[in-house]
């Protein structure tokens, strides 16, 4: 597809393992909310009309891009672009977020979803990530992103939000074979999904287990690791057998922090630490052979300036340079301060070099 030649491969390196001159730095959900020119796009447009439309994500995916001195791109889309190719309706609802009008209630249900050509559904997707790759004209790396199938399963059982997921994890302890049925059906997606986005030109890719918190270590070994390896094992096993150099994979298990040796045995370069996790005790606890990334907390970004650099200063100091990619330890919220995640971004860049 002849895509730009690639300026800065600093996140890349870093995830391979390889020496940088400083941490690379991306924020999860970097794209939207908190950014007037997107909310200006969403005065005019749905949110799945942007999603599907290549030129619209394409344009989103590069405006933090055009404001901060970041390391990656990440292409704008959403995880709940899966359900739907699984035949689900999702809805965005001001003020209230993702819903689904007709919810999966009972195992029976698993019927009324079609596997069968769903990858295809995502070329908006695919469309969006080529474009995205020539726009960015290889200033910075473009990732791609899925829900892990837990996550993915508990938004389709509890069809919006929800404090407990109490609806999802009645169906692991009542129904664990169509549980496991399920997330099955969500995970095969996922593997074409996630090869078709690198050969689309996603140059990285995370894995969002958004969901992790909410599951018991024994829950977790069950419903969600042997799901997330598959992934990683089987997109990689099929990059290499279609010849496509392999890329980077990132996973972040919310919550998971009693998964964090497993994690880093399942094949995954990268994983993703969120806000409560120790960098140091992490680190001796997963060992050299995976790159760490995160994990300020979101709401620091609140903090006045000054306070927010001595807050990275410590973060730096306590992940070291070597093996680490700097972010948050969850998505930036809707009410930060664009100047603040520009201070957040400039800090990372000067108390990160290598000494
Ligand atoms: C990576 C990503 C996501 N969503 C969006 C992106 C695009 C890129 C970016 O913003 O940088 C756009 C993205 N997705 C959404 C928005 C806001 C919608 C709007 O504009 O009205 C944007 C910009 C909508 C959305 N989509 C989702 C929610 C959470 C709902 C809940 O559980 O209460 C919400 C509010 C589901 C979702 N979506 C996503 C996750 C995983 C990351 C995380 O844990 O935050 C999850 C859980 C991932």
Aim: hydrophobic share 40%; aromatic share 10%.
């Amino acid at each position: 597809m002849n895509f730009p030649v690639l300026q800065n491969d600093l996140i890349l390196r870093a995830a391979r393992g390889q020496p940088t001159e400083r941490a690379p730095v991306w924020v999860m959900r970097q794209a939207g909310r908190y950014l007037p020119e997107f909310r200006k796009m969403r005065e005019k447009h749905g949110f799945f009309d942007i999603c599907q439309t290549p030129e619209l994500a394409c344009e989103i995916t590069l405006q933090p891009i055009r404001r901060f001195p970041l390391d990656a791109a990440i292409i704008f889309s959403d995880i709940l672009v899966v359900p739907q190719a699984l035949g689900m309706v999702v809805e965005m609802r001001p003020g209230e977020g993702p819903v689904f009008p007709e919810p999966l209630n009972m195992p029976d249900d698993l019927d009324k979803l079609c596997s069968k050509d769903s990858v295809e559904k995502l070329q908006y997707v695919f469309d969006a990530l080529t474009l995205t790759r020539h726009k960015l004209e290889g200033k910075v790396p473009l990732l791609g992103f899925t829900g892990a199938p837990w996550t993915l399963m508990s938004y389709m059982i509890e069809g919006k939000g929800s404090k407990t997921q109490a609806k999802a994890k009645k169906w692991l302890y009542q129904h664990p074979e169509a549980s496991q049925k399920l997330l099955q059906m969500i995970t095969n997606l996922n593997v074409d999904y996630l090869v078709g986005q690198v050969k689309a030109g996603a140059q990285m890719l995370q894995v969002f287990e958004s969901h992790g918190e909410f599951l018991t270590q024994e829950l977790f070994d069950k419903f969600s690791l042997p799901y997330l390896t598959a992934i990683v094992e089987q997109v990689k096993g099929k990059l290499k057998a279609d010849g496509i150099p392999e890329v980077p994979m990132t996973v972040f298990a919310k919550g998971a922090h009693f998964a964090l040796e497993q994690l880093a045995r399942t094949g995954y370069d990268v994983i993703g630490l969120d806000w409560t996790m120790n960098p140091e005790s992490s680190r001796a606890r997963v060992g050299n052979n995976v790159t760490l990334q995160g994990n300020l907390d979101p709401c620091a970004l609140y903090a006045p300036k000054e306070e927010l650099a001595e807050k990275v200063a410590k973060m730096a100091l306590a992940f070291g340079s070597h093996r680490w990619i700097a972010n948050l330890g969850h998505g930036i919220y809707p009410d930060v301060d664009p100047d603040h995640m520009e201070a957040f971004v400039e800090a990372v860049q000067k108390f990160s070099v290598k000494k």
